[in-house]
């Protein structure tokens, strides 16, 4: 978990569902990955989308990120991999109960 940089105190496992995980990824994969890998230079457009998509993201997911603001997910390999990662993690963890 340390080294995904999954602070199990930030996030409250006895709050967070399967569903929940699940609609997550979904959301990453369905709403961001489209707009990140487009490559190139990042349209308003484009950025509009993922600001939205990544606000939907961490509303979906419980998470305390105390008073800073979550990074946009607009990255591939620093932003969106790793979180995918986490979401995986995180289903295998409520698979395992």
Request: aromatic letters at 8%.
């Amino acid at each position: 978990m340390l080294e995904m940089q999954l602070d199990l105190q930030k996030l409250p496992l006895g709050v967070l569902k399967i569903e929940r995980v699940k609609k997550s990824k979904q959301i990453l994969q369905q709403k961001l990955l489209k707009f990140i890998t487009q490559g190139g230079t990042i349209t308003s457009v484009n950025q509009q989308k993922i600001s939205q998509g990544s606000t939907e993201f961490y509303s979906t997911l419980p998470y305390d990120f105390g008073k800073k603001m979550p990074d946009e997910i607009n990255h591939l390999k620093h932003r969106y991999i790793p979180w995918v990662m986490k979401m995986d993690i995180l289903a295998d963890i409520y698979t395992q109960e």
